[in-house]
């Protein structure tokens, strides 16, 4: 069996280690039009912070991990067509590459809109991969003395607020939302998160956009106007999806895979941030570009191509992330009865419907955070748990319950 990846993230090492799972030696072939090896791409924030080193980023996997895996990896190459019928990928340059097997992991590209003077901008990036962070890294250069603009206020644009807002003159992140977030946060718990990223001295302007820019001048639509150095574009963005649809796969926004990570096309695969998942928390077809997902579906396709028979139907929404030392992770619907903790340091809300947990925020104190997940993804019925202990103390939920009664001493 002769195995092609397309693509070469998160989705692309799970489909590797699918296949390997079920087949040691079929040949692998790996194309990418980006030049590195596999790397964490959330990371791309410590990068510009000095967290982190590109060396390090490029280990998310070890350095061998193509050669034990028996992966052939075209690096730095662009597929530019499928052909179903012929089962070869043409490359640029006319190279086609066969297969029996194939497995679109195309991920997603900025969401670029329409900004009247856009062109006229010198120094701008967007803030996706690593050739971006180290182009983001020489405009800013040593000197501390750039005023950047992030546009989108969203996990992008704040992780690269993150990255580089000790390397900056003035930092201004910019969105049309009402708040920080919007698609991750409800209003109380972004408020948190906005306060706290205030104090380290990033300025907001929300519920606004910008009309138009003149060089290195921005003019808002309420009127105002902003003077940068650097540009960041971080509105959104867009699933990869053409190849596939040229090549008969169907595409709603997404490719369309069932939960064995098939397309509707005979031997054509697709995982990541390309795909269409269902949310089982909303009960929703929707797109999940979160980096558990795109493994899990990666592992499953693999599996699948390789001749196994499994399937994934656990996708949830979920973000972990850091802003600047305050932590918070989210997952699932906020759409049922709600529980919550506050105080000034830390924020609890858990989301209950039909006996289940299906969604939760936490910032501050996020320990234990993955039970939660845990009881979501499993669909763990809350009448067989204690759950108003593990409300408060998730941590008991290691120990059996005659063992948790011995610890809080016979209290439950």
């Not at 993230?9 to 692998?28: Q, S």
């Not at 950047?148 to 390397?167: D, M, P, S, W």
């Not at 989301?351 to 996020?366: C, E, Q, S």
């Amino acid at each position: 069996m002769n195995y092609v990846i397309i693509g070469n993230g998160t989705a692309a090492v799970g489909t590797i280690e699918g296949i390997r799972a079920v087949d040691p030696t079929g040949p692998i072939t790996v194309i990418s039009d980006e030049i590195y090896p596999v790397y964490g791409r959330p990371l791309i924030s410590y990068l510009l912070l000095g967290k982190t080193t590109e060396d390090k980023m490029l280990h998310y996997r070890p350095a061998d991990f193509y050669e034990k895996n028996g992966v052939k990896t075209m690096l730095g190459c662009t597929v530019t067509k499928i052909d179903p019928a012929a089962k070869a990928v043409m490359l640029e340059g006319g190279e086609t590459v066969p297969y029996d097997k194939l497995c679109i992991c195309t991920g997603s590209r900025p969401f670029v809109p329409p900004m009247e003077g856009l062109d006229t901008v010198q120094n701008k990036t967007s803030f996706m991969t690593l050739d971006d962070a180290k182009r983001l890294g020489a405009m800013l250069g040593d000197a501390n003395d750039k005023r950047v603009l992030i546009i989108g206020a969203g996990l992008i644009g704040l992780k690269c607020a993150e990255g580089i807002y000790q390397r900056v003159k003035e930092l201004t992140v910019i969105d049309l939302a009402p708040r920080i977030l919007p698609n991750v946060l409800t209003e109380v718990p972004a408020s948190i998160i906005q306060k706290h990223i205030e104090t380290k001295g990033v300025h907001f302007i929300l519920g606004n956009s910008v009309a138009r820019f003149d060089g290195d001048t921005a003019t808002l639509q309420s009127g105002g106007t902003i003077n940068f150095d650097v540009l960041v574009i971080a509105v959104g963005v867009r699933p990869n999806t053409e190849l596939a649809a040229n090549a008969g796969c169907e595409v709603n926004r997404g490719i369309l895979i069932d939960d064995r990570s098939a397309t509707t096309v005979p031997d054509i695969y697709a995982a990541g941030d390309c795909t269409v998942s269902h949310d089982i928390t909303a009960d929703t077809d929707r797109i999940l570009a979160i980096l558990p997902n795109a493994y899990m579906q990666g592992e499953t396709a693999g599996r699948n191509m390789a001749g196994g028979k499994t399937s994934f139907d656990k996708a949830v929404p979920m973000n972990a992330s850091g802003f600047m030392g305050l932590h918070m992770i989210t997952a699932g619907s906020y759409d049922g009865e709600t529980y919550l903790e506050q105080d000034d340091e830390h924020y609890k809300l858990l989301v209950t419907r039909d006996n289940h947990l299906v969604g939760f925020i936490m910032i501050g104190d996020v320990d234990r955070a993955g039970i939660y997940t845990s009881l979501i993804r499993e669909r763990t019925p809350l009448d067989t748990i204690d759950f108003d202990l593990i409300r408060e103390k998730p941590q008991l939920m290691a120990f059996s319950r005659a063992e948790r009664a011995k610890k809080l001493g016979g209290a439950h």
